[in-house]
């Protein structure tokens, strides 16, 4: 009987104690526990790196520091005012100010490299903070640059494969949860909680370091001989759409991407002329830009002429003395040349606009712009970047004057390099185009694959007849006529050159494309050189080049 009092008497004791926690003293013990805090860190993850076809690194990270305070713990004010200035190269007067702001952490500098990151972790000033962080970092600088892009300083991406595939490349950042009291000093005995960053994934891509680089190189060299504005060259394959390389010089340093390469002083522009002009920096010609197609724009006069004169397109005949007139409009042959006699085979591959100046008026114009259409003029791409549409405005309206400068590729006709390469493609590829692509495949940091991006086809742009027939007439382009740089290879060329007018009083816009073998096709290449000259003097050299150096390299 005495023991049960006695533990009823410790029970209604124990009771009691609680009651009065927890109402007469909750007050206290709330205040307890909102006196301690959680502070997070964030773990940056790395970035997944961009790499080329044959394993070469694009764009990979560096390691760099975050530097920051806080000010509850800091026991030296001065000491440490004076020792992060001094590191880190800034004036006192700012560190100071950020020293002295009571804050649970204040941060000083970022992107600090890791050598003076180092230096200041190992002087251990009580209250400063070291943490890692990753920096974009691209090898090769200025290569790719308007295909590549780059991160901007929260690492994330901002033009081009960086912002297109940020999902795939960002990563999951980590944290450190510290446990603090209400002055923000970090409570000791207590296990921080720490969750590990996951690094993004690797983008490995088609493009080839190689033939991007001499491709870059050989434009730079008739950019600084013509004093072009901008030289483009893409080279693909026409039996899988991958992208081998796609130049767009002057390119820029992505490791420096806010610095102008014109030259040009800024000190005068305002914020939104700066950023117009950066924008026109980072612009990818390639894909965005759109020109007169000049005589490239042949293959599909020639093609429409011979499509609406099937049984009798092999008896054309024009005498070229030099221009074509027709009323009070008169078109001339580029320099004037006069060509003499011309079938049609002769007047393709000498460009003889007096002979296509003459078919744009046989022709019909609601067939030639329905052929337009179908080679996706006015129509969107089968491309994943951002791009810009050709335009194509020949109709039954039109007039004689446009009918005669859009059967030559000028007037109000506009295209991309892009466009006139996928043209180009399709020709090789027997009719059929597929879809240019540039991404290979997504692996993690373990080297599996995440993503496989297969090749497909967009669909048929023409018959494999009127394939076979464009690659004879181009062929003959190099062999008796406009393309004479491509003859003499070890290789066989189908190509057409082009020199388009776009201003009175400017040099021509110069263009080449064409693949190779003509035969068994390996390879597509378009080049176009603003102002440069004529597309057989300009842009076909360019090409020879380029391709001289891939079948060096990878044979036929």
């Known amino acids: 009987m005495i023991v049960f009092l006695a533990a009823l008497l410790m029970i209604l004791g124990l009771i009691g104690r609680m009651v009065y926690l927890m109402v007469f003293d909750a007050e206290y013990y709330q205040k307890k526990a909102e006196d301690l805090h959680e502070r997070e860190r964030k773990i940056k993850a790395a970035r997944g790196e961009i790499i080329d076809t044959n394993g070469t690194v694009l764009a990979t990270n560096r390691t760099v520091c975050t530097i920051s305070v806080i000010h509850s713990q800091i026991k030296e004010p001065e000491v440490v005012i004076k020792k992060l200035s001094k590191c880190l190269g800034m004036e006192e007067a ?7 702001k009571v804050s649970s952490m204040e941060r000083i500098k970022t992107n600090v490299d890791k050598e003076t990151g180092d230096k200041i972790r190992e002087m251990e000033l009580a209250g400063v903070k070291v943490d890692e962080d990753f920096k974009r970092y691209y090898p090769y600088n200025e290569l790719a640059s308007k295909v590549i892009g780059f991160t901007g300083g929260d690492n994330q991406g901002i033009i081009g494969l960086e912002v297109r595939y940020e999902d795939y490349l960002k990563g999951s950042n980590g944290r450190i949860l510290t446990t603090t009291d209400a002055r923000g000093i970090e409570l000791e005995g207590v296990a921080e909680d720490r969750v590990e960053p996951v690094p993004g994934n690797d983008l490995v891509i088609s493009l080839d370091y190689n033939i991007q680089m001499y491709a870059q ?15 483009s060259i893409l080279i693909l394959n026409p039996q899988n759409g991958e ?18 390469n014109t030259g040009v002083d800024t000190s005068a522009m305002t914020d939104q002329q700066k950023q117009d002009t950066l924008n026109q920096m980072w612009r990818n010609q390639c894909v965005n830009d759109t020109y007169e197609p000049g005589s490239t ?24 003395n030099g221009s074509y007139q027709n009323g009070d409009y008169t078109i001339k042959c580029y320099h004037g040349t006069a060509h003499g006699a011309q079938n049609l085979i002769q007047a393709f591959a000498n460009s003889c606009n007096g002979a296509f100046a003459e078919i744009g008026m046989q022709i019909n114009s609601e067939k030639f712009r329905a052929l337009a259409n179908q080679m996706l003029f006015n129509s969107e791409l089968p491309y994943t970047l951002p791009y810009n549409q050709s335009t194509f405005s020949l109709d039954g309206s039109s007039d004689d004057w446009e009918k005669l400068q859009t059967a030559i590729g000028q007037g109000k006709t506009q295209i991309t390099p892009l466009h006139n390469l996928m043209i180009v493609s399709a020709i090789a590829n027997g009719g059929t185009l597929m879809k240019p692509y540039m991404i290979d495949h997504v692996e993690n940091v373990g080297g599996q694959t995440v993503k496989k991006f297969l090749p497909s086809a967009y669909g048929t742009l023409m018959s494999a007849n009127d394939a076979q027939f464009l690659t004879h007439l181009m062929s003959q382009v190099v062999e008796i006529g406009t393309g004479s740089a491509m003859r003499g290879t070890s290789y066989t060329v189908a190509g057409k050159t082009g020199s388009a007018e776009f201003e009175t009083g400017k040099e021509t816009h110069s263009w080449f494309v064409g693949f190779a073998p003509a035969d068994k096709p390996k390879v597509a290449i378009c080049v176009l050189a603003e102002e440069s000259g004529s597309g057989g003097a300009v842009a076909a050299p360019i090409a020879r080049q380029v391709l001289d150096r891939y079948f060096a390299k990878y044979g036929q």
């Open 94 to 100: 700012e560190v100071r100010k950020r020293v002295k």
């Open 217 to 231: 190189q050989e434009a730079e060299k008739v950019m600084e001989a013509k004093g072009a504005d901008y030289v």
């Open 243 to 260: 992208i081998y390389a796609c130049v767009n010089v002057p390119e820029f340093d992505l490791n420096d991407p806010f610095t102008l």
């Open 297 to 320: 724009f042949k293959m599909l006069t020639v093609l429409e002429y011979m499509k609406e004169n099937p049984n009798t397109w092999q008896d054309y005949v024009y005498n070229c």
